[in-house]
């Protein structure tokens, strides 16, 4: 099975800042990764879709790159809405899905 | 506007079953599939399964293999998630979501149902 790992784990910014998170898939997985965001006691938010795809509504300021293995999230200034869990999700060949362990974005 | 509207929350004795209803509204039910996600009290999203509206075509998680079946009534708009011999592990939050994939998963969920947490206790 397909294992993904964000790193990293957890971290601490201020608003206005450049925030990155990545994606590491144990194997190639094409573009076929998606980015959530999930707030407390809330469901996920679709925000990147096939790697780069910005969902529609979602801020131009998230961004998404990458394929194969290893993808990234970029925040270009975080807002304070922004505070938040971040996930990645890869879908394969086999039509089953993973979800990344998250990264906990929070206040500095 | 697109909704998914869960059924309540429910708490149930280990070894029992649970089945969870997820209404759909605001598009055409039999062009999308829907993905069951759980996640357990203060950890990660699990991917549990998909099943598309259009046939009933259905794709499980491996681990859950045998004790999940996922169902969809096309005349009231609506998926199910039963889960059995239920076990405390499985407390969580199970959320259904749409993906816009009808006859293969597309691979993303882009509407969400708002949870439905389901305890296991004795």
Known sequence: ?108 | QVQLVQSGAEVKKPGASVKVSCKASGYTFTSYGISWVRQAPGQGLEWMGWISAYNGNTNYAQKLQGRVTMTTDTSTSTAYMELRSLRSDDTAVYYCARDRGWLRPAGYFDYWGQGTLVTVSS
């Open chain 1, 1 to 108: 099975a397909i294992q993904l790992t964000q790193s990293p784990s957890s971290l601490s910014a201020s608003v206005g800042d450049r925030v990155t998170i990545t994606c590491r898939a144990s194997q190639g997985i094409s573009s076929a990764l998606a980015w959530y965001q999930q707030k407390p006691g809330k469901a996920p938010k679709l925000l990147i879709y096939d790697a780069s795809s910005l969902e529609s509504g979602v801020p131009s300021r998230f961004s998404g790159s990458g394929s194969g293995t290893d993808f990234t999230l970029t925040i270009s200034s975080l807002q304070p809405e922004d505070f938040a869990t971040y996930y990645c999700q890869q879908f394969n060949s086999y039509l089953l899905f993973t979800f990344g362990p998250g990264t906990k974005v929070d206040i500095k």
